[in-house]
Structures are given as C-alpha cells and as structure tokens.
C-alpha cells in the first residue's frame, strides 16, 4: 500500500510511531467512527463531512489516500515542504535531476523533474534523434 509513496520507510516508521503516540489520531477511535454515528468522538467533530475519506492503514491515519501527519511532526514537515519552494534566490534547483524519455500518441517527450523541489518540465521532442 505504502510502495508508491515518496516516503522513506525510516520517515513512515517516524510517522506511525508519532501517530501511536498521538491521542488525537487513536486510530480505534477513527475505526469506531467509521461504523457507529450514534457517539462522535470530540476529535472528529469537525471531520463529519469528510468521514467517508478517514481511514486507517498500515499503521497510519489516512484522509483519502494521503497520510495525515501527526501534531508532534507537523512542524518538521511544513519545514520540509517548504525548503524546496523557496523560490530560485534561496533555493538551489535543478542540480540534482531525473530525465527520461516517453512516447504518448506516436510522440516524444522529454521528462525532467527536479528531486529537490519536485518540479517537473515535460517538451515535445520533434524528432528522437540524437
């Protein structure tokens, strides 16, 4: 379930050891939710219109299929999202880069995407001749 996340297995252990620790992501509580209406935990109170999206896997809380981050490292995280967005005086992009090359419809394309900040650049390739 977990294998197409870019996540780290060290980073998801972190994870689904934050979220066990957590009182506010007791993945009973979400379980007991999903199947009984008659008693709202108070911690769920404001998820009602997106109960059908709450779910538990592989240890961690899920909305849909993203994983929810626990209170204790949401911080860590936001700090991580952001160091690749900070914009191209402070951050350093392009140095570290995948390419390859796809056909979609009988036509080329070169796929570039930065590993740092994720960005991703997609041009038409006229011919596939060196």
Known sequence: ??????V???????I?????????MDMQMVIRYNHVTKHVPYQLKGC???RAALSVGDGLFL????????????EEV?????RG???LTKSRPWQKLAADLCELNGKSYLVVVDYYSRDIE???LPTSTS
Request: hydrophobic share 35%.
């Open 78 to 82: 936001l700090d991580q999202i952001h």
């Open 8 to 14: 780290s297995k060290t980073k998801l252990d972190t």
């Open 16 to 24: 689904r050891e934050a979220t066990r620790a957590d009182i506010d």
């Open 1 to 6: 379930m977990m294998t197409s996340r870019p």
């Open 85 to 87: 967005h900070q914009g």
């Open 122 to 124: 997609i041009a038409h």
């Open 63 to 74: 909305y849909g299929d993203r994983i929810a981050i626990p209170a204790s490292l949401r």
């Open 48 to 50: 009602s219109a997106t």
